[in-house]
């Protein structure tokens, strides 16, 4: 027990006056033997022990009377955590503050919510206020007494797509509250309360209202088992016409427990494509690879998705789109230009990139001087070319190596123009090995050269320009003759680079080097006929057009921006739309955009894919570049509980104080001066009642029942 004002515990002294009193006024008795007087000695010692009952019952009363009063005076009360204070029956303001996010779709964890918001709305007097704050929004709660209202938008509650952020929900109801007239304000948060459920860190909020906090989990302090898709990626093979697609998902495993036996399927369109079995170790991700070939080479809808892997099942769908490119965009830089169309540093390969003129060919052609490098926009092409160029500029030299490591290809040819020195210095950075010099063995011209010249070795099986290399002349490249080629250093310590084809002396002919997200490609002979025979073989066209692909700048999910449902976002159509831009999405739902500065505003409300048409929605205003697909946050995946040490500082100030004494989660301080009050009055009444004579009070009895009698008569 505790005292607001122990001083008043000195009045317990005075509870011993009625005693001393008692003690000073009693009188010896003189005993005087009076025969006449024997008679009466039986009765008379029948009353004495009568009134010393009622003397001693008064003494007692007497004295707890002034005992409870110098109680009541200190002010004692105890703490409890159950029962109702006298602070707590008065109006109170209460948040009802509900998580709807995600995670709630987890089977189970919604229903627990409403039935436990249901009770708490029940359990309110008709004189309190309550509002329903959700998670995922919207801003725009009262408080209200109609508590109805409120019980029909518990009832209508469903999870959202979107994960929700608790902690602004938390803020928003806390200033809610401090808006309230009524004298008791009170935060009920009800939801699963993971980490997941914050956008922010949890371990931020500060709370200064009472806070009663309901979990729906099952597992306590352990995370919630869930598997979740938190990413696709996708690249092309080669060009739209094969319309071959790697296609990689990566599974994350937020729970406790190794994940086996768990089924990955690809569905392109409605059907499925492809289908795996996988395992995830506890709190690590797994990557699943699908290979896929379209059977045409057009814009397509796919997803990947888990087959029955956990009870959230919303986050189990990656939703994404195909992108096809039907054409390789090359960029060729003539170092060695000529009149003379044979002579040309690009005749042969221009025709073997592009043998006819009705020739549909995969790869696209542009020819140009190095002054492009400059000039042109070289994200605009999938692989440069330098064909004997001699040198280039710093400035050409850097947008190049900006382009490579950007995931541009670039095939770097040798011939008489190359400056050695010059390379080295301004594309250190992009070649394979440093240049040497050249080892000429001979001309062509020489009559000796059949035993002087080298010729093409076996090339490497499985390197991907030679994996499938068996279109006509493949079989023939180790008959090609090289007159010349470029020696080459040792590579740098620490420099990774593949040999893909070497001479028969075993000095590399065709050399590869990842830079950045790109690729280059070191030929060490000419792309004519001025140091080899190739072009005049079987070999060379099959060999261009396959090393130009592998270089290419892959059709891939590389540059696709990422959008999450619920969450707005800006597209930039530019000219493309001129009245109104129209997303149709899954279900046929159509959502219509004005742009304003080339940019509209999107919102999408449900995962899946959305096609982006341009003033009317047809075939003819699609635009496929700017249709782009919708998934959910993947944040509210992680179900893995916030502390208890986080929650508890919730309530405390940062020298670790509670704002509040009275938190329902704290124990409540009951009073109990009110009842020693009521036990002062109630003694004091006994007390006159038994200190007052037998005949006073007998006599009071006649009254009362007198006057009951005459009122009954007039009746």
């Known amino acids: 027990m505790n005292f607001v004002q122990p ?47 009622r003397q001693r019952v008064l003494l007692a009363l007497r004295m707890a009377a002034v005992a409870a009063l110098a109680l009541a005076l200190a002010k004692p009360f ?13 109006p ?3 948040a009802l503050v509900i998580e709807d996010g995600l995670a709630m779709q987890h089977e189970g964890w919604m229903k627990r919510a409403r039935e436990q918001a ?16 959700r998670s995922s929004g919207p801003d725009e709660e009262r408080l209200t007494e109609d508590h109805g209202q409120v019980s029909e938008q518990l009832d209508e509650l469903r999870a959202s797509d979107n994960p929700g952020d608790l902690g602004h929900a938390l803020s928003r109801a806390s200033t809610l509250l401090s808006g309230s007239q009524l004298p008791n304000r009170r ?73 086996t036996d768990v089924q990955a399927q690809l569905r392109v369109g409605d059907s499925v494509v492809g289908g795996q079995q996988l395992s995830v170790p506890a709190g690590q991700e797994t990557r699943v690879a699908f290979m896929h070939r379209l059977s045409e080479p057009a814009l397509t809808a796919a997803r990947v998705e888990l087959i029955d892997a956990d009870e959230l099942a919303a986050d189990n769908t990656w939703h994404f789109f195909i992108r096809p490119r039907e054409h390789v965009r090359a960029l060729l830089i003539n170092g060695s230009p000529s009149n003379i169309p044979y002579d040309d540093e690009l005749f042969f390969l221009t025709r073997a990139l592009r043998p006819g003129l009705t020739s549909e060919s995969a790869i696209a052609p542009t020819t140009g001087a190095p002054e492009r490098l400059e000039r042109d926009d070289l994200n605009t092409f999938d692989v440069v070319v330098l064909a004997n160029v001699a040198r280039l500029n710093a400035t050409q030299a850097e947008r190049l190596r900006t382009y490579v490591e950007e995931g541009g290809g670039l095939f770097i040819a040798m011939g008489n123009q190359v400056d050695v020195e010059a390379y080295n210095h301004q594309l250190g950075e992009l070649l394979p090995r440093p240049l040497r010099g050249l080892k000429r063995l001979a001309e062509r011209d020489d009559p000796d050269a059949p035993i002087k010249i080298t010729r093409l070795g076996q090339t490497r099986r499985q390197h991907p320009i030679f994996r499938v290399f068996n279109l006509p002349g493949g079989s023939a490249m180790q008959s090609v003759q090289v007159y010349s080629y470029m020696l080459l250093d040792p590579a740098p310590a620490g420099q990774q680079t593949t040999l893909a084809l070497a001479y028969q002396d075993n000095a590399p002919a065709l050399l590869e080097r990842q830079v950045g997200q790109g690729r280059v490609l070191l030929w060490t002979t000419t792309l004519d006929r001025e140091w080899t025979d190739l072009p ?59 742009p304003i500065d080339g940019d509209i505003t999107l919102l999408a409300e449900r995962p899946g894919t959305y096609l982006l048409y341009a003033d009317e929605a047809s075939e003819a205003g699609l635009i496929e570049g700017l249709s782009f697909a919708a998934n959910l946050d993947r944040r509210a995946s992680r179900l893995t509980p916030v502390p208890d040490a986080v929650t508890a500082a919730w309530q405390t100030d940062a020298e670790g104080r509670p704002h509040s004494a009275s938190a329902p989660e704290a124990r409540r301080r009951v009073n109990l001066w009110s009842w020693l009050l009521f036990f002062v009055t109630m003694a004091l009444l006994a007390e006159s009642v038994l200190g007052a004579r037998r005949s006073v009070l007998i006599d009071v009895g006649r009254r009362i029942l007198r006057g009951r009698s005459g009122h009954t008569s007039q009746t």
């Open 7 to 53: 001083l008043f515990l000195v009045g317990l002294l005075a509870a011993a006056l009625p005693l001393l009193i008692h003690l000073f006024n009693r009188r010896k008795a003189v005993r005087r033997p009076f025969p006449a007087l024997r008679l009466l000695q039986a009765s008379h010692q029948r009353s004495a022990r009568s009134i010393k009952v």
């Open 78 to 90: 105890f703490l409890s955590s159950s029962g109702m204070t006298a602070e707590e029956r008065m």
């Open 92 to 94: 109170t303001a209460v």
């Open 118 to 133: 249901s009770e708490l709305v029940d359990d309110l007097r008709p004189w309190d206020q309550v509002v329903l704050v």
């Open 187 to 259: 935060l009920v948060v009800i939801g699963s309360l993971t980490e997941g459920a914050f956008a922010q860190d949890p371990a931020e909020l500060d709370i200064v209202h009472p806070l009663q906090l309901f979990s729906v989990r099952d597992e306590g302090d352990e995370p919630t088992p869930n598997l979740a898709i938190t990413g696709v990626r996708y690249e092309q093979e080669g060009s739209g016409e094969q319309g071959a697609w790697n296609i990689t998902a990566t599974i994350a495993n937020f729970g406790p427990d190794d994940a």
């Open 536 to 594: 005049v073989r079987t070999a060379y066209l099959p060999l261009m057009r396959r090393s130009l692909t592998h270089l290419a700048r892959r059709a891939s999910s590389l540059h696709d921006t990422e959008r999450w449902v619920g969450a707005p976002f800006s597209v930039e159509v530019g000219d493309l739309v001129r009245e109104r831009a129209i997303a149709v999405g899954p279900g046929g739902a159509r959502q219509v955009a004005e």
